[in-house]
């Protein structure tokens, strides 16, 4: 006589896909006796279970962290708990009642006197196809939950990985399992991934490595998407025409400029026909702390390497963030970017021979910053390296002190993270306005607003040579490396100094010889090396405290 419990393994796919690979593992006797034994089959160590239920076959190391399941607490109901951390699992019906992961069933049998258990493995295709569906548990469960599941999300790319699939799938599955659920489009998570990504492919020293710059995009997609509902876009479709998609985006019609991307795609014609109306939208206003352009063209490369599958979610995310991005040059501070682009583009030739230099734009407000540009806009790549050199010279000399502060007015809330955008924000200009030349007074003026707005919270009398980097491309790799384990517990932050590095990376790259070369690569050292004050509690009080009594 023989007791089988073949039909409820469904957790490990059903006996039709797969041959049955029968092994003799203990005597019966044995297992009444002692009531739970563990068997080794190779590499599998097995939990063996008598109840009054019957006997049921699982693995021993609990699905949650591996520690051993023989010493949980097993009731008549049969329900096992793994007494660590509380995680329950119904071995009559395979579910998990508390905790996430599925605990793998084996099917059992008796014959004769001995035992035997069915230890094959499902396909490679069921096993990734399961490693991707616990993924996409995660992602549900953190809708309903305050954090994420971190460690969940490593062990379902591991398994992916260690099944033969590949990572990559698992970033393009939670890119469509979010891409609807941020309510003004594309986020960090979205702007900094193909960076992660060059970084696992470049540098990482081992598959840990490769996976952990995996699992750093998932996990920011996970979190900046949690608790949040879908908002869905219009299935509209139009004929897709680049003046009108950029003019619906300045429109801010996210409707408009939703049906231009899906007659794009639909038509099958080339993507890169979006690039153009993309990069007018974002430099057409100083607009989000220069995101927009940064977004551009990371989404854009994140596209290119992920595939045409990945396509429409990611566009749709950014043409929603281009569409409700806050324009700044609304703003006194920056109100005069409108006209001096006006003049750009208006008034004859400056015939200024003299080219101009990093220290012309130091301690000039955002206006002075603009017209200082337009002495020099008949050289837009000597101008950019001016720009690009301010604004690595004011990242070196960043006053730390404004960070620390706790008695400033809301307009004065400047940190390492905002400071550092003059540089990705530049990055993204060059490699726009390379493509579209026609874009760089936009791009410039917009670096001189970065470069005008820090000005005021710099220290230039500050000693920082202990900051200089002799090596550029050691220093890049050694960093690189080190970012796999950053230990920065927000996401934002290790987003911020992915981007920076990358961003860097790049223009040294492009131009090893110019003249911001030692102060860019010092100012990035310093920002990887010094302590960010995140959390602002007195300084936020007495804002919130000052704000409401003014209301009158």
């Keep these: 006589m023989s007791t089988a419990y073949a039909d409820k393994q469904e957790s490990v796919g059903s006996p039709a896909s797969r041959e049955p690979h029968w092994v003799d593992v203990c005597f019966a006797e044995k297992l009444r006796e ?77 014959r004769g006197d001995r035992i035997w258990l069915d ?9 990734i196809a399961k490693a991707l569906g616990n993924l996409k548990d995660c992602f549900r469960r953190n809708r309903t939950e305050s954090g994420i599941e ?100 300045e429109a801010e019609d996210e409707d ?19 690039d153009r109306p993309l990069a007018q939208a974002a430099l057409a206003h100083y607009s989000d702390f220069g995101h927009s352009a940064i977004y551009v063209v990371k989404i854009q490369d994140l596209v290119e390497r992920l595939g045409i599958s990945v396509a429409e979610p990611l566009f749709l995310a950014l043409i929603r963030q281009l569409t409700y ?3 700044e040059d609304l703003i006194p501070e920056f109100r005069d970017y409108g006209p001096t682009l006006d003049a750009w583009r208006t008034q004859g030739s400056s015939g200024g021979a003299v080219a101009p230099k990093a220290s012309d734009f130091r301690g000039l407000s955002a206006r002075q910053a603009m017209a200082k540009c337009l002495a020099f806009k008949e050289d837009p790549r000597a101008l950019f390296d001016a720009l690009l050199g301010a604004a690595a010279w004011n990242l070196l000399h960043f006053d730390r002190g404004v960070e620390q502060r706790s008695d400033n007015n809301v307009d004065d809330n400047v940190g390492w993270l905002s400071f550092t955008h ?30 005008g707005r820090n000005n005021a919270y710099v220290d230039g009398d500050q000693d920082v040579s202990g900051w200089n980097v002799p090596e550029p491309a050691a220093f890049f790799a050694a960093e690189g490396r080190a970012l796999f384990d950053h230990g920065q517990f927000e996401y934002i932050v290790a987003c911020h100094l992915v981007k920076v ?48 009594a003014l209301e009158g």
């Design 422 to 451: 003059a540089i990705t924000f530049a990055n993204a200009v060059r490699v726009l306005c390379d493509r579209h030349p026609d874009l760089w007074p936009q791009g410039l003026l917009q670096m001189a607003c970065f470069v």
């Design 150 to 249: 971190y460690d969940r999300i490593a062990r379902e790319v591991a398994r992916l990985e260690l099944t033969g699939g590949d990572p990559l799938d698992a970033v393009r599955a939670a890119i469509e399992w979010t891409y609807d659920r941020f309510e003004f489009g594309a986020t960090h998570a979205m702007g900094g991934a193909n960076d992660w990504l060059t970084l696992g492919a470049e540098l990482a020293r081992d598959e840990d490595e490769a996976l952990a710059a995996v699992l750093e995009v998932i996990g920011h997609l996970a979190w900046d998407s949690r608790l949040r509902p879908a908002y869905p876009f219009t299935q509209e479709v139009e004929t897709f025409d680049a003046e009108t998609l950029f003019k619906a985006i």
């Design 501 to 548: 590095l990358a961003a860097a990376r790049q223009e040294v790259e492009a131009n090893p010889n110019a003249p911001w070369v030692s102060d860019l690569t010092a100012s990035v050292n310093r920002f990887f090396h010094t302590p960010i004050k995140r959390k602002h509690v007195i300084r936020t009080m007495r804002q919130s405290r000052k704000f409401v």
């Design 34 to 110: 002692r009531g739970s034994l563990i068997v080794k089959v190779g590499r599998k160590q097995i939990l063996l279970l008598q109840t009054d239920k019957g006997l049921f076959a699982c693995n021993n190391r609990c699905p949650h962290e591996g520690y051993p399941l023989k010493e949980g607490t097993l009731t008549e109901a049969c329900i096992l708990t793994c007494n660590w951390h509380n995680w329950k699992f119904d071995l009559e019906s395979g579910e998990t009642l508390t905790g996430g992961d599925k605990l793998r069933r084996y099917p059992i049998e008796v």
């Design 325 to 327: 991005a806050f324009r």
């Design 256 to 274: 408009l400029s939703v049906a231009q991307l899906r007659g794009l795609l639909s038509s099958g014609e080339d993507l890169s026909r979006i």
């Design 119 to 127: 230890v094959s493995d499902p396909p490679s295709s069921e096993l």
